[in-house]
């Protein structure tokens, strides 16, 4: 199973085609490569600065007592490319879990501490945002 980060400007479908191409290249010989794309998303960037972010920020400031680090990280998650551009909104994507997590991983899990704390920072959050509605 193969996934691929895109960026802004790279086409999903082009993406697997190059990749197929190569793999067919690189193979050893006698292989068969077979294969199918399970899942495409078009690639965004989502804004590092702006009153969505600093709302965030100063939620996880209350909720967590710790200064946020802000981190760009890859992910799939097709729809928020579709909320981006149709809402013509901000988009957070916020994480609440820890490396530790383990992610979608046969031994996913999530601490309590942290769904409590993440409650907590998503009450804040709606006040902040709340806040530049005024």
Do not use: N
Not at 38 to 60: S, T
């Amino acid at each position: 199973k193969l996934s691929c980060r895109l960026v802004p400007g790279q086409d999903p479908d082009r993406i697997a085609d190059l990749l197929t191409a190569h793999l067919e290249k690189v193979k050893p010989v006698g292989v068969k490569l077979a294969g199918k794309m399970l899942a495409k998303a078009e690639p965004v960037l989502l804004p590092a600065e702006g009153a969505a972010v600093d709302a965030a920020l100063e939620a996880m400031r209350a909720a967590y007592g710790q200064e946020p680090v802000k981190i760009r990280e890859g992910a799939t998650i097709p729809v928020v490319h579709t909320l981006a551009e149709s809402l013509k909104a901000p988009v957070l994507l916020v994480a609440l879990g820890r490396v530790s997590d383990r992610i979608h991983g046969p031994d996913e899990h999530f601490w309590l501490e942290d769904l409590r704390r993440g409650s907590e920072f998503s009450a804040r959050l709606l006040a902040e945002l709340a806040k530049t509605l005024k």
